[in-house]
């Protein structure tokens, strides 16, 4: 198995032993029933769709859908068993153009993907269009660089960062990123879905926290973000004693290591928006 499978698939077993509050409390809140359609676009390893199956089964049936075939093969592996069953399926596809019927699912769901679709309102168009009229369109993404996990470090070097994201953001990296990164979805949500011309929208703001001492994979998953995803985006906007200052807070050797320090701990806010595809006009 490659690195970036194995890296994946321990990713992957993590989250479904240990899923966030925040995703848990937004699938809470769905109202979703047994017999219920749902589908989950982006479902990268498919660590939520036993979530979904657990609200659904026995007669619903819950289908993960991504980009990315390494993704697929993980989330069929981990999900083999509701497989079987024949509660949960998964599929390579673009949220782009969506392989499925018109009005197939009664609940579309999406999870820390939007932003990074430089089309956003195309994207939430197709995914109503595969929900039934009545049903729910629900997307669950962080406003990730306005509001990136929350720690106890100074202040200032909060603003530091936040003021370098925001500058990157601003001239979108300056073209050097694989990929689009929009850190403010959260707050344009409400707009995007009424643009699709969804109705009803509601928000909510879900927060989860962990303190210190982070189980293993927690710290090191939150090391590699700030050192990786996050270093990546910031790089060219911080000062290089910034960048140093960055590199050593997530360095477990360093002596500035933060989740080392007394009363560490992380709190990461996502937004759930929902909403409801309109029924046909006279109805
Ligand atoms: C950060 S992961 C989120 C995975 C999961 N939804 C979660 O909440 O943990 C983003 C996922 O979106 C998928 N993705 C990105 N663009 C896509 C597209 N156009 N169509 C389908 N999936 C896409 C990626 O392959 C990746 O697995």
């Not at 699938?27 to 659904?56: K, R, Y």
């Not at 153009?97 to 089309?119: E, R, T």
């Not at 936040?162 to 073209?175: I, T, V």
């Not at 807070?249 to 992380?266: E, H, I, M, Q, R």
Request: glycine residues 10%.
């Amino acid at each position: 198995m490659t690195d970036r499978l194995s890296q994946l698939r321990e990713d992957a077993t993590h989250e479904m032993a240990h899923p966030s509050a925040s995703v848990v409390g937004a699938i809470s809140a769905l109202g979703l029933q047994p017999g219920m359609h749902v589908l989950d676009i982006g479902c990268g390893t498919g660590a939520h769709l036993q979530l979904f199956e657990n609200w659904v089964a026995p007669d619903g049936r819950v289908v993960g859908l991504d980009l990315e075939a390494d993704e697929i093969a993980v989330a069929a592996d981990l999900n083999a068993g509701p497989v079987a069953r024949g509660t949960v399926m998964v599929r390579e596809g673009d949220l782009r153009q969506l392989p499925f019927d018109d009005g197939s699912f009664d609940v579309a769901w999406m999870s820390a993907v939007l932003h990074h679709h430089d089309k956003p309102t195309h994207a939430l168009t197709e995914m109503a269009r595969v929900v039934k009229p009545g049903g729910m369109v629900a997307v669950l993404d962080g406003d990730s660089d306005g509001s990136f996990p929350c720690l106890p470090w100074p202040p200032e070097f909060e603003h530091t960062l936040r003021a370098a994201s925001l500058g990157a953001q601003r001239e979108q990296f300056g073209g050097t990123l694989p990929y689009f990164f929009n850190g403010y979805i959260g707050r344009q949500l409400p707009g995007l879905l009424s643009d699709a011309g969804l109705i009803g929208t509601r928000m909510r703001a879900l927060t989860h926290v962990e303190s210190s001492p982070l189980p293993p994979h927690a710290e090191a998953a939150l090391c590699r973000w700030f050192l990786e995803s996050f270093d990546q985006r910031v790089r060219d906007y911080l000062a290089p004693r910034d960048r140093d200052r960055l590199k050593s807070s997530f360095t477990p050797t360093s002596p500035d290591y933060l989740p080392a320090k007394t009363g560490f701990f992380v709190a990461r806010t996502s937004f759930l928006a929902t909403a409801n595809v309109p029924q046909p006009s006279g109805r």
